[in-house]
């Protein structure tokens, strides 16, 4: 070479043209996706209500609640755990006998669930639920629960995205 030195080239950018749909809103509030209109429980009703609420509202997260104050939450494995009637093909109403003489939905509850205050963003209900064991979270204001978020509303709500 002839000692000269070559200027290093311009970097190269590309703009890539994003469509304003593929932009998910970051502080969009969970509000916006959680389930308003809510299957509930209440702390002294039988343990057989569950099965029930599940097969007729297709729900498989229950918010337990004393009045508008949420005391805890029940999954459809929480019951499931503690029911063993499909296995066996035993008659549901025998299965319902015997949940209801021998447990009580306190006893199968999660006590104390995580919440998210209806404040809080879509992206912190997602961060919740990806470190959790557990899909849903209660939305409560204060301390009166106002709603519900699955990982399928985030789903819904990724797929709408597109």
């Known amino acids: 070479m002839n000692g000269k030195r070559r200027a290093a080239a311009p970097p190269i950018r590309v703009q890539a043209e994003v469509h304003p749909n593929?932009?998910?809103?970051?502080?969009?509030?969970?509000?916006?996706?959680?389930?308003?209109?809510?299957?509930t429980l209440h702390h002294g009703d039988p343990v057989s209500k569950?099965?029930?609420l599940v097969r007729?509202?297709?729900?498989?997260?229950i918010p337990v609640v004393s009045g508008d104050q949420l005391l805890g939450i029940i999954s459809w494995s929480d019951l499931l755990r503690v029911s063993f009637g499909d296995a066996f093909q035993t008659d549901?109403?025998?299965?319902?006998?015997?949940?209801d003489h021998t447990l009580t939905i306190e006893?199968?509850?999660?006590?104390?669930?995580?919440?998210?205050?209806?404040?809080?963003?879509v992206r912190a209900a997602a961060e919740v639920l990806?470190?959790?064991e557990f899909h849903?979270?209660?939305?409560?204001?204060?301390?009166?629960?106002?709603?519900i978020v699955t990982s399928t509303d985030l789903i819904k709500y990724l797929l709408d995205q597109f």
């Open 136 to 147: 849903s979270v209660p939305v409560v204001h204060g301390t009166k629960l106002c709603g």
């Open 22 to 39: 593929l932009i998910m809103k970051r502080h969009e509030p969970v509000t916006t996706i959680m389930s308003r209109h809510l299957v």
């Open 107 to 121: 006893q199968i509850m999660q006590k104390n669930p995580v919440t998210l205050p209806d404040t809080a963003s």
């Open 50 to 52: 569950v099965r029930h």
């Open 92 to 99: 549901e109403r025998e299965v319902d006998a015997t949940l």
């Open 56 to 61: 007729d509202h297709g729900v498989h997260h």
């Open 130 to 132: 990806a470190v959790g």
